[in-house]
């Protein structure tokens, strides 16, 4: 089910009033997880058992783990977990991309090795809950944390509908305790829980759909050289278009769960005013960037180990975390372009980060400008079909080649140049703010007028209920 | 992190407090943004409809997908229209209805080849009836399928998506504005901007009908009565139009191998239509203007429509060969006025049923 379809309008009506209505906290709690069920089954019903799956598996083995004393069977139990979670992950996700990759390498050595066709349907949002899952075990394994007492609260937290198929990805420690004792929202939150909610539609309708997608598919999947101006337009659009339908996500299923009465972390903080790459994914994705750092860089060995071993670590959690994305080598190079960055900033701030230079208005901007511009360069490789698509791009974005072909409307042209500059200039000003802060300094006519702005907007946009992008992690 | 701190505890020893979302006092500003959003409503509402607009169902792919299922019910036995808008337009449910008792299922989409319609009506075991498809020569014999989606959508709809074409049929009645016509984006990308030197524009076509809660559809009163606007969509039909002849020679030979492909598959799939006893039926519906031209000029006669008639054994009935449906008024040259695709569906029935007739006389079939 998507947040942006009239379906789920009727669904979250007959949640919040569920949720309102007077039962008991269990019967609530009930409500939620068979609620979140259905939210899941309205896509393809089959897939449910995979939950169930995960579910079950996760509870008994982080159990037995918490009693288990003997340090080779605790080991062996995660091992048992891991090998579900990722099987099923791999299976699904990554089969293909295996296949395929392992028929061109026996080519490679002169075997015509022919595959049977690989036609799986990609379970949404199987990465999220993955790893959500995986993170309750790993706590209980490293003695982060015990398990949960009640299954309820367990099958819940891997299902709780608003964050299940795009996150944010939730830790146990952040979700479960919510679920021990009533909860109902009080006006304010409520309020602000459909303010959220405009936000992220906003994005991700009027924003994201509405503006700069036609813009991003048209080039993307023109064939022939482009024009300069026109591979930098579409890719602006796209790097506009992801962030307001991913943080559009966010934003949503924060404020879903908000008029429920649960918090859910942050996961976006303005990423496009990062100064550096570091910065950067403090602000993008903020729940997939921590998961990655706890449960990958930090066993990994992290900083600890020396220099050269840090920045392998660093490689390797961007190479994984870009395979995380998608199964294919497009999103390994973009991981890997990160990661790069990461460890070249790294280097350079080791030896040059002390100056004072660093402190003042103008190289700041610059830095966050020439982040803004690398980013976008990896978006490349992410939004990219393939390779010759990608190398394409960046040839005429870097050489400026005139004699590309133009591809945009004036039309895309002026909504990509606008919502690219307004997106900055928000994402510039909110940079060290949050939102509730500005809300409440706002003058009350101008953000009342906003608002209502935004949701007639969406209203009028209609939307085509498009999914998420990233429904397809 | 904490050790040994419960998932389940709230605030156990060493645990982090559990994060609670900071929130703004807003008092009732929600209260005023709703009736910013009202006013704000009505106004947009009442614009769309100083266009022209009265409400009217969507022409969604979940309505074709609907529609489409009626042949899994009970009604895979009767009349199936399908073909393109010619066929969408000029066809009129309730006329038919009228005159043989029964409501034909109205399966054609605007802008698409049949043909795709038609391979799946032959893999169909429900449907056994007779189908009408309404060759666009330069639409049918090219596989261009503008509306492909719809029928995607007849075989993966999920639940939510049929859930939400329940939920949104029983707005669309009583909406002017959620037309696709006056979604924003759609506003936006016709405002008469400069244009870009070197880029291909093609404008989108714009409202042309009406459609009722099983796809019977009308054309719009505006494109007849409103000659700017009907210049428009003339203008729009007309727009970056070329001779076969002018074009790339690989784009000339794609649009060629494109035919061969099509005629097979159409050929195909009434011969599997034929195996089970249903029936097929070819109609070329009337058009004139610029279509006189390009329709010809794409697609001849004798390259196309004659040999899928010749091929197929099957009856075709061509405007140019019945006087019945022959005489009718064009505003934008290729679909019919809600009136005069009333009297066109009366006397093509009657053709319909005359030409069935001598063809089961000549066969020999009482």
């Given amino acids: 089910m998507l947040f942006n379809s009239l379906t789920f309008v009727v669904f979250f009506a007959v949640v919040l009033a569920l949720h309102y209505a007077p039962f008991s906290w269990r019967v609530k709690k009930s409500n939620l997880l068979i609620g979140s069920y259905i939210f899941y089954a309205a896509w393809n019903p089959p897939f449910v058992i995979l939950l169930w799956i995960s579910t079950v598996v996760d509870w008994v083995v982080a159990n037995k783990i918490h009693l288990e004393t003997r340090q080779a069977r605790r080991r062996m139990l995660l091992t048992v977990s891991i090998m579900v979670n990722l099987g099923m992950l791999g299976y699904f996700k990554y089969g293909g991309f295996v296949m395929e990759n392992f028929q061109t390498m026996m080519l490679a050595m002169g075997f015509d090795y022919q595959p049977p066709d690989w036609n799986i349907v990609l379970p949404v949002g199987i990465s999220f809950y993955t790893f959500q899952t995986m993170a309750y075990t790993l706590d209980v394994y490293l003695k982060r944390s015990a398990p949960a007492k009640s299954f309820l609260d367990f099958a819940l937290f891997v299902t709780f509908f608003p964050q299940l198929v795009a996150g944010p990805i939730v830790r146990p420690t952040q979700l479960i305790p919510q679920f021990k004792l009533p909860k109902v929202a009080s ?138 994305h998608g199964a294919s080598w497009t999103f390994v190079v973009w991981g890997g372009l990160h990661g790069l960055f990461l460890a070249a900033e790294r280097w350079l701030a080791a030896r040059f980060g002390g100056r004072e230079i660093w402190k003042r208005w103008g190289p700041r901007i610059l830095l966050a400008l020439l982040t803004y511009f690398l980013v976008n360069i990896t978006w490349v490789f992410f939004r990219a079909q393939d390779f010759a698509t990608a190398w394409r791009m960046i040839d005429t974005m870097l050489t400026f080649n005139m004699d590309g072909k133009k591809v945009l409307p004036m039309i895309d042209v002026v909504q990509v140049i606008g919502v690219t500059i307004a997106m900055l200039a928000v994402h510039w000003f909110m940079r060290n703010r949050y939102l509730h802060d500005v809300a409440v300094a706002l003058p009350r006519w101008l953000l009342i007028g906003a608002w209502g702005v935004m949701l007639w907007l969406i209203i009028i946009t209609q939307g085509q209920s498009n999914a998420f992008i990233y429904f397809q992690f | 992190m904490p050790l040994y701190t419960s998932s389940s505890d709230i605030s156990g020893h060493g645990a982090d407090p559990v994060f609670e979302r900071p929130v703004p006092a807003l008092g009732r500003s929600a209260a005023f943004a ?27 792919d979940g309505l074709w997908a609907e529609q489409r299922r009626r042949i899994a019910g009970d009604e895979g036995d009767g009349w199936v229209f399908t073909g393109s808008s010619r066929a969408l337009f000029d066809m009129q449910l309730a006329v038919w209805e009228n005159l043989d008792g029964r409501r034909p299922l109205q399966l054609a989409l605007e802008g698409t080849a049949a043909v795709g319609v038609l391979e799946g009506l032959a893999e169909d075991d429900d449907f056994t009836g007779k189908v009408i498809v309404g060759v666009a020569p330069g639409l049918f014999f090219s596989g261009f399928e503008y509306r492909r989606q719809a029928m995607d959508r007849y075989k993966t709809e999920t639940p939510t998506q049929w859930f939400g074409q329940k939920v949104s049929m029983l707005a669309e009645p009583y909406l002017a504005f959620y037309a696709y016509d006056f979604a924003l984006a759609t506003v936006l990308r016709r405002q008469p901007l400069p244009h870009r030197e070197g880029v291909e524009f093609s404008r989108e076509v714009r409202k042309l009908s009406n459609m009722e809660r099983d796809r019977n559809t009308r054309l719009w009163d505006k494109v007849d009565k409103n000659v700017a606007y009907r210049d428009l969509v003339r203008s729009i039909w007309a727009e970056n139009w070329m001779p076969l002849a002018e074009l790339p020679e690989p784009v000339r030979e794609r649009i060629l191998e494109a035919r061969t492909k099509q005629l097979d598959r159409a050929i195909e799939a009434v011969k599997k239509i034929q195996a089970k006893g249903a029936q097929t039926i070819f109609v070329q519906m009337p058009y004139e203007g610029h279509y006189a031209t390009s329709e010809i000029d794409i697609a001849p006669r004798e390259l196309t429509w004659d040999i899928l008639i010749e091929q197929t054994g099957v009856l075709g009935l061509h405007f140019q060969d019945h006087e019945e449906m022959q005489g009718y008024r064009l505003p934008e040259w290729s679909h019919m006025t809600g009136s005069e695709a009333d009297r066109f569906t009366e006397a093509f029935y009657g053709l319909v049923k005359r030409e069935l007739a001598a063809r089961q006389a000549a066969e020999g079939i009482p």
């Avoid at chain 1, 036609?214 to 602006?236: Q, R, Y």
């Avoid at chain 2, 409809?49 to 169902?57: D, K, L």
Wanted: aromatic content about 16%.
């Fill in chain 1, 187 to 324: 006006r304010q939150q409520l309020t602000w829980g459909f303010a959220l909610i405009t936000i992220g539609l906003f994005n991700k309708i009027v924003v994201a759909d509405g503006l700069l997608s036609k813009a991003a598919e048209t080039v993307f999947e023109t064939k022939e050289m482009l024009h300069p101006a026109d591979a930098w337009l579409g890719t602006l659009a796209f790097s506009g278009q992801i962030f307001c339908d991913f943080a559009g996500y966010s934003t949503t299923a924060i404020g879903v769960a908000l008029c429920l009465g649960f918090s859910l972390p942050d996961n976006f903080r303005f990423p496009y005013a990062a100064v550096g790459f570091s910065d950067f994914w403090r602000r993008w994705h903020i729940s997939l960037s921590s998961w990655l750092r706890d449960y990958l860089y930090i066993p990994l060995g992290g900083s600890r180990k020396g220099n050269l071993r840090t920045y392998a670590n660093l490689m390797t959690t961007m190479l994984l975390g870009g395979l995380w």
């Fill in chain 2, 34 to 60: 709703l009736l910013i959003v009202i006013v704000l409503m009505l106004a947009w509402e009442a614009w769309v409809r100083s266009e022209g607009v009265t409400p009217s169902y969507r022409n969604s």
